[in-house]
């Protein structure tokens, strides 16, 4: 699967990313540091990317509909530590195992994920 990592996540998770087999770019990777989510949404369409955040926005549906995407994955963690995002995140990819990503959104908590299709 191939991802772009926004740069609110640390990039510890692309690297972790890329060990399981993935495709894993950061924002930090493309000098895209500070550019507006409208632009990163085109992006990560263009490039045929899921983008994984913690930005919220991205959880609109109507502004950013999973059916344009490779996906989207919002995590809302209590803890947006690394460690903690690296905790959540091998739940990510077993369900990625299980169902594919592609035209879905993904809201990941610390309990749950909420699939949310286009």
């Known amino acids: 699967m191939r991802f772009k990592i926004d740069e609110n996540l640390h990039p510890e998770l692309a690297e972790f990313l890329r060990q399981k087999g993935h495709d894993a770019l950061t924002v930090w990777d493309q000098g895209l540091r500070g550019r507006p ?8 369409q263009s490039e045929r990317r899921a983008l994984v955040s913690l930005d919220l926005g991205f959880a609109d549906i109507r502004t950013y509909p999973p059916e344009s995407f490779s996906g ?3 995590l809302r963690l209590a803890d947006q530590s690394r460690r903690s995002v690296l905790e ?3 739940r990510v990819l ?8 592609t035209g879905q959104l ?3 908590d610390e309990q749950s994920i909420r699939v949310r299709g286009g």
């Open 37 to 44: 989510d409208t632009d990163l949404a085109l992006l990560c």
């Open 72 to 74: 989207l994955v919002v």
């Open 88 to 90: 959540v995140f091998p």
């Open 94 to 101: 077993d369900l990625l195992n299980r169902e594919p990503l």
């Open 106 to 108: 993904w809201i990941v």
